[in-house]
């Protein structure tokens, strides 16, 4: 069974930078797509970013594009969420998942694994 554990996580003022990472261990997951989380308090998890197997396939919901960018070390077994130009609103938890599947997904039932989050909160 795969295990996921997140790291990186803590307090940032805004207009900071954080390095998310997720180590993966139990299984490799080269083929793997993967995915990145968050919920915010009173609010649902929602997607944030997704990277496919070997890495080519990137998506972004629109809040992050152009500030947070998703990669990935296979050989690691390693994916990370570098987080740039942090504002307020991005404070919240923050999970990694895994996908079966090549491809990513913005849907959070889509993926098979989760870790268990790591917070991250950003102060004005």
């Known amino acids: 069974q795969m295990q996921l554990v997140e790291s990186g996580g803590g307090l940032v003022q805004a207009g900071g930078s954080l390095r998310l990472s997720c180590a993966a261990s139990g299984h490799s997951i080269s083929t793997y797509a993967m995915g990145w989380f968050r919920q915010a308090p009173g609010k649902e998890r929602e997607f944030v970013a997704s990277?496919?197997?070997?890495?080519?396939?990137?998506d972004y919901a629109d809040a992050v594009k152009g500030r947070f960018t998703i990669s990935r070390d296979n050989a690691k077994n390693t994916v990370y969420l570098q987080m740039n130009n942090l504002k307020v609103e991005d404070t919240a938890v923050y999970y990694c998942?895994?996908?079966?599947?090549?491809?990513?997904?913005?849907?959070?039932?889509?993926?098979?694994?989760w870790g268990q989050g790591t917070q991250v909160t950003v102060s004005s």
């Open positions: 990277i496919s197997g070997s890495g080519e396939f990137k």
């Open positions: 998942a895994v996908r079966y599947p090549y491809y990513g997904s913005r849907r959070k039932g889509d993926y098979n694994y």
